[in-house]
């Protein structure tokens, strides 16, 4: 199995960016697809965007995030990361780091182990 640690959460102006990075340990980094979920104040939990195990990394996004948000990882650093550009009020949540021994994270699976959260909030 492997432990997930979030960071970099915080407090940002619209239109700013934040990076949160995601550190694994545990077990083979490579052998699992990561992902980013996000839940708002009042609303379930979402999928935000996924990244596959294999050298490639083919990566997944939910439509409200394609063009500003960017994941991906390195697999030496046992990190995965979510830059976050032109951010919007309605970002703001609680952002969890997942992972899944597994192919690819794409919004469909609901994944094995999760990240305690990191805060994000975007103000107007």
């Known amino acids: 199995q492997v432990q997930l640690v979030e960071s970099g959460g915080g407090l940002v102006q619209a239109g700013g960016s934040l990076r949160l990075s995601c550190a694994a340990s545990g077990d083979t980094f490579s052998s699992y697809a990561m992902g980013w979920f996000r839940q708002a104040p009042g609303k379930e939990r979402e999928f935000v965007a996924g990244?596959?195990?294999?050298?490639?990394?083919?990566?997944h996004y939910t439509d409200s995030v394609k063009g500003r948000f960017t994941i991906s990882r390195d697999n030496a650093e046992n990190t995965v990361y979510l830059q976050m550009n032109s951010l919007k009020p309605e970002d703001t949540g609680i952002y969890y780091c997942?992972?899944?021994?597994?192919?690819?994270?794409?919004?469909?699976?609901?994944?094995?182990?999760w990240g305690q959260g990191a805060q994000v909030t975007v103000s107007a």
């Open positions: 990244i596959n195990w294999d050298a490639k990394g083919g990566t």
């Open positions: 997942a992972a899944d021994h597994i192919p690819r994270l794409a919004g469909t699976q609901t994944p094995r182990y």
